[in-house]
């Protein structure tokens, strides 16, 4: 069991540009989330699927953000034109239909200026 | 509105003190009620859960937590503390008809010797 993993672990980019961010959930799990962290919170539910069907999206995820999972395995998130509002820690988690408890990969810093 | 609540959002502690830290909901259902640990610069680690049955659950690391459904709390606990435990704990929670977690704000945890 490798965990969850996620790439890349830091980005930095220009206001302006689009980054693409990857997560490998731990592979008998067939739910898979997203977060987003800033500096001094706790983390805020993104969105998630069940196997590859995205079944809810907070209001958090604007129009340039999109997600998926188009075999049920990994997920990629995308953010589309970033602005600063956008430096922010993204974490991924999964688990299995069986559990409510969620492991976390290590996460991707984004920094954009 | 549902809420979690970390009061401290700082605490201090001597190494081999004990240490506990404080978490409240406010949900319309008992939630499922979690624990992680984050380490600078790091993903979130499972410490331990409540889902039903005994109050008192332990977890890794030598944490044990206790719900308490007459004040809507979910307090942390550690006998003695060490320096490696020095880093940001969050609380989350989830519906039982929900998957999505919503985390309090944080209690960072510093160990001076």
């Known amino acids: 069991d490798t965990g969850v993993s996620q790439n890349p672990r830091h980005k930095i980019t220009k206001r302006g540009q689009n980054v693409t961010f990857r997560c490998d959930p731990i592979?008998?799990?067939?739910?898979l989330y997203w977060y987003r962290q800033t500096l001094g919170q706790g983390p805020e539910f993104l969105t998630y699927?069940?196997?590859?069907?995205?079944?809810?999206k907070s209001r958090l995820l604007s129009d340039r953000f999109s997600a998926e999972r188009p075999k049920g395995s990994f997920s990629t998130l995308e953010i589309q034109r970033t602005e600063q509002g956008d430096s922010a820690m993204y974490l991924c988690?999964?688990?299995?239909?069986?559990?409510?408890?969620?492991?976390f990969g290590p996460g991707t810093r984004l920094t954009v200026t | 509105a549902q809420s979690v609540t970390q009061p401290d959002i700082h605490i201090t502690v001597s190494e081999g003190a004990s240490l506990e830290l404080r978490c409240n909901y406010s949900?319309?259902?008992?939630?499922?009620l979690f624990w992680y640990v984050q380490s600078p610069g790091q993903g979130l680690q499972l410490l331990l859960k409540?889902?039903?049955?005994?109050?008192l659950v332990q977890g890794i690391k030598g944490f044990e937590a206790e719900f308490k459904r007459s004040q809507s709390s979910f307090n942390l606990r550690k006998p003695s503390v060490h320096w490696s435990d020095a880093a940001e704990y969050f609380c989350?929670?989830?519906?039982?008809?929900?998957?999505?977690?919503?985390f309090g704000a944080g209690t960072t945890v510093t160990v001076r010797a």
């Open positions: 949900y319309g259902a008992t939630p499922y």
């Open positions: 592979s008998e799990h067939n739910r």
């Open positions: 699927f069940q196997n590859e069907a995205q079944l809810e």
């Open positions: 989350a929670v989830v519906s039982p008809n929900d998957y999505k977690l919503s």
């Open positions: 988690a999964s688990s299995s239909d069986l559990s409510r408890e969620q492991y």
């Open positions: 409540y889902f039903s049955g005994d109050t």
